[in-house]
T-cell receptor, first 113, second 115 residues
C-alpha cells in the first residue's frame, strides 16, 4: 500500500539548534510529497511540497525539505529552531491521481528555550 | 480572500442525534476534501467531492455518514445517530483543481463531542 511514515512520535530540540523531522515514503510512480504543520486547536497550514525539479524544496517560516529518491525520504529541516516552531508536523502524499492527501501519523516537535 | 470556512467550530451532540458540519471552500475552489482526526492521531481521508459529485468516498464509514457539495452553498458532512466514537475533529480542505499536485488549504475544523 502506498504510504508515508514518520518514525518519530516526538522530536525535542533546543532553541537555536538545527531540527530535522523525518519522513519516508512508499509510493509508486512519481511521488507528490507535502509537509503541513498544525498548531494547537487549529487547522493544518501548508509548509512546502515536492512535485518535481530540485530535490531541495524551500517553504514557509524558514523550513526546507530534501527529496531523496534513493532513500525514499523527504525529511523536513530548519537550520535554527524557534520556540514558536513547537507544533505537530505531518508528512503527506497525494493518492489515487487526485489531490487528496494521505497523512503520516505526525511528529510532535518541542523546541525548548 | 477568506480561507476555508468551517462551522460550527465546536459541536456537542447527544448519542443518537444528528450532526451537520459545514464547509465553505476558498473562493475559486471547486474541490473539497473531508478528513477526520481522532484524539492524538493523524488525519484520515474521508471523502472527496466536486460540485454536485462525490469523486472518492473510500474513507467514509459505510453507515450513518454522508457528504454533499451542492451547486449552491457549502459542503455538508452529515453524521446520523452519532455515537461516542464519532467524537473527533473534522477538517475540510479545498483546492482549485483535483489533480496536478496542488496543495490543499484547510479550515480550522469542527470539533464534535458526543455525550
Amino acid at each position: 500500500a502506498q504510504s508515508v511514515a514518520q518514525p518519530e512520535d516526538q522530536v525535542n530540540v533546543a532553541e537555536g539548534n538545527p531540527l530535522t523531522v523525518k519522513c519516508t515514503y512508499s509510493v509508486s510512480g512519481n511521488p507528490y510529497l507535502f509537509w503541513y504543520v498544525q498548531y494547537p486547536n487549529r487547522g493544518l497550514q501548508f509548509l512546502l511540497k515536492y512535485i518535481t525539479g530540485d530535490n531541495l524544496v524551500k517553504g514557509s517560516y524558514g523550513f526546507e525539505a530534501e527529496f531523496n529518491k534513493s532513500q525514499t525520504s523527504f525529511h523536513l529541516k530548519k537550520p535554527s529552531a524557534l520556540v514558536s516552531d513547537s507544533a505537530l508536523y505531518f508528512c503527506a502524499h497525494h493518492s489515487g491521481g487526485y489531490n487528496k492527501l494521505i497523512f503520516g501519523a505526525g511528529t510532535r516537535l518541542a523546541v525548548h528555550p | 480572500n477568506a480561507g476555508v470556512m468551517q462551522n460550527p467550530r465546536h459541536l456537542v451532540r447527544r448519542r443518537g442525534q444528528e450532526a451537520r458540519l459545514r464547509c465553505s471552500p476558498m473562493k475559486g475552489h471547486s474541490h473539497v476534501y473531508w478528513y477526520r482526526q481522532l484524539p492524538e492521531e493523524g488525519l484520515k481521508f474521508m471523502v472527496y467531492l466536486q460540485k454536485e459529485n462525490i469523486i472518492d468516498e473510500s474513507g467514509m464509514p459505510k453507515e450513518r455518514f454522508s457528504a454533499e457539495f451542492p451547486k449552491e452553498g457549502p459542503s455538508i458532512l452529515r453524521i446520523q445517530q452519532v455515537v461516542r466514537g464519532d467524537s473527533a475533529a473534522y477538517f475540510c480542505a479545498s483546492s482549485r483543481t483535483g489533480t496536478g499536485g496542488l496543495e490543499a488549504f484547510f479550515g480550522q475544523g469542527t470539533r464534535l463531542t458526543v455525550v
